[in-house]
């Protein structure tokens, strides 16, 4: 008989090991379950699970339930580790299963499972003024938008306050309006908690709302020729005399008057919004009173402008 040489040995060999392999992997196949017996909030601890292994060859096996990590105490487990109360959502446990095939042998399995929270709902905070308010209109009304995107399904809402910084109490209002002061970081934190219909606490916080003083800026000359740079009496915000889009955002109230050189009062306006050009008035000097109300304090602004280059 012909000797087979060492390599067609080798050869057979591995064969042999991954033939014997591939038969304990196919005999090792066992499946492991678990159901959800409870959701929790996505900040709760109340979440249960039941897990259970079973093979379909071996209806007989029996099988040992060990949870990895310490994230799971044994005051949580039951039923051979099989049901765990007070889970979170949205946590990774790590189950090992213990597959008894006889005395001396048996074949393990890990899974891990991340068990499901009750949706929370999607809140959209909004305010008006938007993103500023100054102190001396400091007055601003906050609501809430319940699921503004439409393709989200609806999560009822069965309670809801508010927290303002700086007030002590809670507003239950769906439009609160708030009067702010100064606050060391000139930003103010908005906090809505909700309740959903299935009993989850939720905590929404805004804090795009900076706080102000105001600092206006009032130009000494405008051009008003038409070509579309300092065509406006435009008072401005900051040292940089960023352009004012309405002074009733500012204070309470106000009101503008321009005189000439006889004090005759010749533009008025208690609505100013930066539009005035000057009207048919020649090039030449100009007098303003700027008086505005704020909740702090009242405020004269006057001085003078010049018209020039208008063409007239």
Known sequence: ????????????????????????????????HHEQLKYTCSNGENAELRVWASDDNNSSATYKY??????????????????????????????????????????????TIQLKAYPN???????????????????????????????????????????FEGYEQTFTDERPTVTYSETENDHTITKLHVTSDYG?????????????PVKLKIPNIFTPNGDGVNDYFEIGYGDEGKPINDLNDYFLSHKLTVINRWGRVIYESKDYKNDWDGGSLPDGTYFYVLECKGKTQDYRYQGSVMIWNSGR
């Open 66 to 111: 060990k949870w990895l990590g310490d994230n799971i105490k044994p005051i949580q487990l039951s039923e051979n580790n099989q049901h765990v109360i007070g889970l979170k959502a949205y946590t990774n446990y790590v189950l090992e299963v213990t597959q008894m095939i006889s005395l001396n042998d048996s074949v393990v399995q890990i899974d």
């Open 1 to 32: 008989m012909k000797k087979l040489s060492s390599t067609y040995r080798f050869i057979i060999l591995v064969f042999a090991i991954l033939f014997s392999f591939n038969e304990i992997n196919a005999q090792s196949r066992f499946n492991i």
């Open 200 to 212: 989850c606490d939720t905590t929404y916080t805004d804090n795009h709302l900076w706080i102000l």
């Open 121 to 163: 709902p999607t809140i959209e905070i909004s305010s008006d003024p938007q993103d500023t308010v100054y102190l001396d209109n400091p007055y601003v009304t906050w609501w809430f938008t319940l699921n503004p995107n439409p393709h989200d399904s609806i999560i009822e809402i069965s309670n809801f306050f508010w927290e």
